[in-house]
């Protein structure tokens, strides 16, 4: 079973969505209906794809006509997937497909808000790993979606050393050389929070080099003797408000845990249009 179908069953059996029994008591089981899933803001799209998921997993005889799609732009009013099937079977999967869709939603636009921020720049907006356990793969494919990048993925994926790490080893260099020595196909990153720090790093050529709660002005002074050959990233204190100020230093990449830990919800709805019974019954002969 794929990860993406196991959150789903996860999500329906928390919603106990087969067992809607408001839906049960008001709704006729052959009665069909229309629902359209709209935008009540102006966001980037994620989640279309898991939410589709959604309603073909409580019934796969639902049609669905999607007009907008994942990282698509959508402004208040736009019509985002028309859906046709059980009246009941819309209802229940009503919550668990929009929750998908406006969290993920609200990521991508919370992304694409700091990508715009820094347009002007080479400088690239990524993630941490500051996501929700269990729908980290589908927070960080909301980054995506909204023009960001991924950093490492797990705890498997990269080697970052910060200041823990460096307090057991004893120094950077004991931990960089460490790193160097444990995998040589693994890239290692290292955390500085003062110029000593970067220059003792630069020395040793990591792949990347993270500047932790420095001020534009450090980072543009950090950047001036830090080799193009090392990536450099920033984080920490970094905004909407300052973040063009930060890509202006020649710096790689920002890296912005808000844009999955505080992203605020995009605001969808769904409503639905019962049809007649005389026309559910010949739609469902047909």
Not at 44 to 73: E, P, Y
Not at 98 to 119: D, E, K, P, R
Not at 153 to 161: C, F, Q, V, W, Y
Request: charged share 20%; net charge negative; with cysteine.
């Amino acid at each position: 079973m794929s990860y993406t179908q196991t959150l789903i069953d996860l999500a329906l059996t928390e919603d106990a969505a087969y067992e809607d029994h408001t839906a049960l008591a008001t709704i006729l089981d052959v009665q069909r209906g229309i629902a359209r899933i709209t935008a009540k803001g102006e966001g980037v799209l994620s989640g279309c794809t898991i939410a589709s998921q959604v309603f073909t997993t409580m019934d796969n005889r639902i049609q669905q006509h999607w007009s907008k799609h994942d990282a698509d732009t959508v402004k208040v009013g736009d019509v985002i997937v028309e859906l046709t099937g059980s009246l009941r079977h819309l209802l229940a999967a009503e919550r668990t497909a929009l929750n998908f869709m406006q969290h993920l939603s609200g990521i991508a636009t919370a992304t694409h808000a700091f990508v715009s921020a820094v347009q002007d720049a080479t400088c690239a907006i990524a993630d941490t790993r500051k996501t929700t356990p269990g729908l980290r793969l589908l927070e960080k494919q909301a980054v995506v979606h909204g023009g960001g990048i991924n950093h490492r993925m797990d705890l498997a994926s990269g080697m970052l050393i910060k200041e823990n790490h460096i307090e057991a080893s004893g120094s950077i260099s004991e931990a960089i050389n460490a790193c160097f020595k444990h995998n040589k196909d693994i890239w290692v990153e290292v955390e500085c929070e003062t110029f000593a720090q970067v220059k003792e790093a630069v020395a040793l050529c990591p792949d990347i080099i993270l500047l932790d709660n420095m001020s534009p002005s450090q980072v543009s002074e950090a950047r001036s003797f830090v080799p193009t050959s090392i990536l450099l990233e920033a984080s920490g204190n970094i905004g909407l408000h300052n973040a063009h100020e930060y890509a202006q230093t020649g710096v790689d990449r920002l890296a912005i845990g808000a844009i999955t830990h505080s992203a605020t919800a995009l605001d969808l709805s769904m409503r639905v249009q019962a049809l007649e019974l005389n026309q559910a019954a010949n739609d469902e002969a047909s």
